[in-house]
């Protein structure tokens, strides 16, 4: 493999999806804004949520978690559905479009024209997807510690129990946010994988993108489902959202489950090159 030929395919792509890149960056950069802007208005919205159920999965509340607190807050409406969900989509996008968009197009057989490997493209590709879903990823975490001291989300509070006990929860920091990012990261990059192994062994764009997202949507409704019915809780293991959601890493910190699909990624590239490597262009 040549390192100069992987960095030129790997640059061109990057080119080629700058535009949409830019718009899927900004677009979740000023989600998480506008979501953060609203902490002073919806501060005591969620207090009469009571955990478990159906509700509490969609919100991903698990544990102790105050949804009026800051950190609640923002766990509860950014990253416990919106943020991941984004990186998935924006993942599976990339995924879908990395070998077989190219070779639906007829461009890919251009490229490989020229002194080039597969394997070169594919490693090229592969990394491309990853950057990109990276930027998009930091540069939300980059908003949100922008916003968050303009609407009082890096201030600690004091909640008061019908008891009289009170309870003091702390504001964001940059740990919750980098750990937080990461996490949603790590699911969008565990999704895009799935659809690029998707795209490099059927070759089909659409294809990829349809199978990667319905297992992507089918993964979200057995863990909820699983919790408001307490059926099939042993399957759940399949889905990203079950360690996601209970960890809860932008609250907790980072935990060695984050890991796991940068674990599949490497699969799916590890199968990918082989199916890519061995079969017939469309």
């Not at 990186?87 to 190219?102: P, Q, T, W």
């Not at 590709?125 to 949100?144: E, P, Q, T």
């Not at 297992?215 to 059926?231: C, D, E, K, M, R």
């Not at 907790?252 to 674990?263: I, R, Y």
Request: charged share 10%; glycine share 12%; aromatic share 10%.
């Amino acid at each position: 493999m040549n390192p100069a030929h992987v960095t030129r395919v790997y640059a061109q792509w990057f080119r080629v999806r700058l535009r949409s890149t830019i718009s899927w960056t900004l677009g979740l950069a000023a989600i998480v804004a506008v979501t953060a802007a609203f902490y002073p208005s919806l501060e005591g919205v969620f207090d009469d949520v009571e955990e478990g159920g159906g509700l509490s999965s969609l919100l991903g509340l698990s544990g102790d978690i105050d949804p009026s607190s800051p950190l609640g807050f923002i766990w509860t409406n950014l990253y416990a559905n919106v943020v991941p969900w984004v990186l998935m989509a924006f993942g599976i996008a990339l995924g879908g479009a990395a070998i077989a968009g190219d070779e639906e197009r007829g461009t890919l057989e251009y490229l490989l024209s020229k002194p080039v490997r597969r394997g070169e493209v594919l490693v090229a590709r592969f990394a491309g997807m990853i950057s990109i879903l990276a930027i998009a990823a930091v540069v939300s975490g980059v908003a949100l510690l922008a916003s968050a001291p303009l609407f009082d989300l890096t201030t600690a509070m004091t909640a008061t129990a019908p008891d009289g006990s009170t309870t003091t929860n702390p504001g964001i920091d940059a740990g919750n946010v980098a750990a937080g990012t990461f996490a949603a990261l790590a699911v969008g990059v565990g999704t895009g994988s799935t659809a690029f192994l998707l795209g490099a062994v059927l070759g089909r764009h659409g294809l990829a993108v349809g199978i990667a997202s319905g297992f992507a949507i089918a993964g979200y409704i057995l863990y909820t489902l699983s919790n408001v019915t307490g059926s099939l809780d042993a399957l759940t293991w399949i889905s990203p959202w079950r360690w996601y959601v209970e960890d809860a890493m932008f609250i907790n910190g980072l935990d060695w489950d984050v890991a796991l699909p940068f674990v599949l990624a490497a699969v799916c590239l590890a199968v990918g090159w082989w199916s890519f490597l061995r079969r017939d262009l469309r």
